[in-house]
């Protein structure tokens, strides 16, 4: 038996989120029916970060056991032909027994798109916040610096997040982009809350808008009050974009990839 590494990239639109859900259709689920046809026994998989309903990804990590020696290119090409167009299986390798890469994961890399037009975009309406305004991108910059560190984050959690406590560390916060055009929020850290990035954007859109000046950022985060934030982001905008795992963790389960990431479909 084999532990088989999926990295996946969907997108979320008609989906509940990652994880199975009896209130509709997942991720999870569609991997694992098409997992299940591929190898004739239901599978079971571990993810690195669960999504929310509407959120995509470009670069998402799952795992599961294998009961059957199949070629890694099985992994990618016989389960992508049992998949709807918007999830697919973009590489496949094998790794070590223990490996579980929502617990062995050093930190996750998220990224917030918004289309700036003064106009909607129709290829843009699924995968961006369409805001018609022009956003101050600089002044957004100005307030995203504020969010860097280990905060007490609880000004953008979720009011149902089951998080056991609200302190994280945000390794990087950055907007770029062209105001008229295309704005990219980008975060990473090690964990974060129920809808916190897209609580963070809300309220950097409101700097951006002109509303707020981006001291307010710290003003928020120092309250610890979701009521003091700003409206919560729409989650058609984000993109988990990385995992990434510290040295110990990828020098322990990463193994020969024979060649499955040279496959094309």
Partial sequence: ???IQLYLEYEGTNYVGWQT??????????IQTALADLLGAPVSLWVGGRTDAGVHARRQVAVFDALKELPLRAFIKGVNARLPLDIAVVDACVVADDFHPRHMSKN???AYY???RPCRSPLRRFTHWQIFKPLEVEA???????LLGSHDFSSFRASDCEARHPIRRLELSHIEG???DEVICTFKGTAFLKHMIRSMVGSLVEVGKGRRPPEWIGSVLAQKNRCAAGPTAPPHGLVLEEIVFGERAHGSHT???NNADAEEE
Avoid at 21 to 30: D, F, M
């Fill in 21 to 30: 859900q009896a209130n509709g259709l997942s991720i999870q689920a569609c």
């Fill in 1 to 3: 038996m084999a532990r």
């Fill in 108 to 110: 996750k890399r998220y």
């Fill in 114 to 116: 918004i289309s700036n």
């Fill in 140 to 146: 957004m910059q100005k307030g995203a610096e504020f």
């Fill in 255 to 257: 193994v020969l990839l």
């Fill in 178 to 180: 062209k105001s008229g």
